[in-house]
């Protein structure tokens, strides 16, 4: 069954703590994307990737960081320098430029990150 | 000019009404405008997608009206069901480029 999981499903993060948060794809997919949902702001784009080694920050990259060394996998750090990190964090995927333009975006079921 | 802006925030309706939410954007360069739905705890699926060449677009009960020259596009959910209570989001981008999402509409359906 394809898809994309994200772990863990809750987080607690404490000062000055670095954590990271799991996404992987299961859909072949070329392209992934994290994406930080907070109440009435809707989904704001942290970083995305296209192809494998290589990403892009988004509209709100600063505390955050990532890396794609494999195809299905794109792991989100959240650093001790992102000051509010309260949020739910989705990741998604997409067949990307490969796939032509406009390719849907799946989403996993995303994981809540509080601070303790 | 990258914005979408998505209204009301909430909507509530009454089981069979009709359910409207709306969207407008600036950017003429935008060729794809697609509609998510979210449970909570969930993450959004797509729901309908519909491109500028066309007016309307219709799957089932859902409905999605387009007008280019206003820059505007509105979900129409048809026959609202309580199974439909959820938040939706609009989006909208240019071909191979990131989605820009709308704030979301929290829609409550009640018997």
């Known amino acids: 069954d394809g898809g994309i999981t994200q772990s863990p499903k809750y987080l607690f993060r404490k000062e000055g703590q670095n954590v990271t948060l799991s996404c992987e794809q299961n859909l072949n997919h070329d392209a992934m994307y994290w994406y930080r949902q907070d109440p009435g702001q809707g989904l704001r784009l942290i970083y995305y990737s296209q192809i494998v080694n290589d990403f892009q920050k988004g509209d709100i990259a600063e505390g955050y960081s990532v890396s794609r060394e494999k195809k299905e996998s794109f792991p989100l750090t959240v650093t001790s320098a992102q000051k509010n990190p309260t949020a739910f964090y989705l990741c998604?995927?997409?067949?990307?430029?490969?796939?032509?333009?406009?390719?849907?975006?799946?989403f996993g079921d995303g994981t809540r990150l509080s601070i303790l | 000019q990258q914005q979408v802006k998505q209204s009301p925030q909430s909507l509530i309706v009454q089981k069979g009404g009709i359910s409207i939410i709306n969207c407008a954007y600036e950017?003429?360069?935008?060729?794809?405008f697609p509609w998510y739905q979210q449970f909570p705890g969930k993450g959004p699926a797509l729901l309908i997608a519909i491109r500028p060449d066309v007016s309307e677009k219709k799957e089932g009960r859902f409905t999605i009206s387009f007008n280019k020259s206003a820059k505007q596009f509105s979900l129409h959910i048809m026959d609202s069901q309580p199974g439909d209570s959820a938040t939706y989001f609009c989006?909208?981008?240019?071909?191979?480029?990131?989605?820009?999402f709308g704030t979301g509409t929290r829609l409550q359906v009640f018997p």
């Open positions: 950017n003429t360069a935008f060729d794809y």
């Open positions: 998604a995927s997409s067949m990307g430029p490969t796939g032509g333009g406009n390719q849907p975006q799946h």
């Open positions: 989006a909208a981008s240019k071909y191979t480029d990131k989605l820009i």
